[in-house]
């Protein structure tokens, strides 16, 4: 497994230059006891967020719903059938969804003491590579890569947690798929020695500045 890491990021090394420029991904390495404390806490947060999924409040509310949805009755059998537990389901995967954000990653961070301070976890510019290697994975029809992208926030879901200890998966991902968009831009334009010296700066940049902002 480890010489398959090795080979990998050998073969990449435009993935390892953006991961090094990236405050999310120093933030995370360099806070070791922070991260296994919240690791050693998984099966709690699992219980909790599974516990969580059908309270009672939520199926209150379904069954609120069904009172005069689709007439004068207060309860029809079509608002059963429309109005069903299935719809916190629904409710879930959209909470899923929303892990995958790239605000979180190109822009907001997660909030937490994880997230690197004053700065994105990813730097910006990477954001418009990002839609390039997304792109470019659909055009090569790479669905193996796609849905490894689509599990990525897996388990952060289902911990129920939204910072980087467990959304660290998506975020190097991301980072990886920006590398696509970063190969493709230097394939297509051989002078692109620019574009790396840009990014080089600007990252950089940022880590030195969440640097300064931790005094």
Do not use: C, H
């Not at 590398?179 to 030195?208: H, P, Q």
């Amino acid at each position: 497994m480890l010489k398959k890491a090795i080979n990998f990021l050998r073969k990449k090394p435009l993935f390892l230059f953006l991961l090094f420029l990236s405050p999310g991904f120093w933030w995370i390495i360099f806070q070791p006891s922070g991260v296994f404390s919240e690791l050693v806490k998984t099966p709690t947060y699992i219980r909790e967020k599974t516990s969580s999924i059908f309270t009672e409040e939520k199926l209150g509310f379904v069954m609120e719903m069904r009172w005069n949805a689709f007439g004068e009755e207060q309860d029809e059998l079509i608002s059963k059938i429309y109005y069903n537990k299935g719809l916190i389901l629904v409710d879930n995967f959209f909470e899923y969804l929303s892990l995958l954000s790239p605000r979180i990653y190109f822009q907001a961070g997660d909030g937490s003491r994880f997230s690197p301070p004053g700065v994105e976890p990813i730097p910006i510019f990477l954001f418009f590579l990002w839609v390039f290697g997304l792109i470019r994975l659909m055009q090569a029809r790479k669905l193996k890569t796609l849905f490894l992208v689509f599990i990525s926030p897996v388990f952060a879901y289902l911990a129920g947690r939204r910072n980087f200890v467990f959304l660290f998966p998506v975020l190097l991902f991301y980072i990886y798929v920006a590398s696509l968009g970063l190969e493709a831009v230097l394939t297509r334009y051989r002078k692109g020695s620019w574009l790396i010296r840009l990014l080089a700066i600007y990252g950089l940049f940022i880590i030195g500045r969440a640097l300064w902002l931790i005094r």
